[in-house]
């Protein structure tokens, strides 16, 4: 699975970004899809992560309520859209994808194919 992620900038506290996840391969379509960011000087964080069948959403507490993921699978795309922006949300998101599995699995080491990473600042 080859993961391109775009979608990021710079914006004011309180706006929105919408991420995306294009995905290639042919073991995608039954692949999850995660959102990972990592802030300098921080630990890679679990954002949230969506099944290969587009159900079994799960968002991370941490962003839950402001945060929503989706999937668009005749674009091979997954989204990450993020409302209500605060500054501690600034980082570098990066989309990851697995072999589909009921478990929730929160870990970076549980994702074998990621994407480059796309940068999100948001300005106080």
């Known amino acids: 699975v080859q993961l391109q992620a775009s979608g990021g900038g710079l914006v004011q506290a309180g706006n929105s970004l919408r991420l995306s996840c294009v995905a290639s391969?042919?073991?995608?379509?039954?692949?999850?899809v995660a959102w990972f960011r990592q802030a300098p000087g921080k630990e890679r964080e679990f954002v949230g992560r969506i099944r290969w069948s587009g159900d079994g959403t799960y968002i991370a507490d941490s962003v839950k309520g402001r945060f929503t993921i989706s999937r668009d699978s005749a674009k091979n795309t997954v989204y990450l859209q993020m409302n209500s922006l605060k500054p501690e949300d600034t980082a570098l998101y990066y989309c990851?994808?697995?072999?589909?599995?009921?478990?929730?699995?929160?870990?970076?080491?549980?994702?074998?194919?990621w994407g480059q990473g796309t940068q999100v600042t948001v300005s106080s």
């Open positions: 990851a994808a697995r072999t589909s599995t009921l478990q929730i699995l929160t870990g970076a080491r549980n994702y074998p194919y």
């Open positions: 391969g042919r073991t995608y379509s039954r692949s999850d």
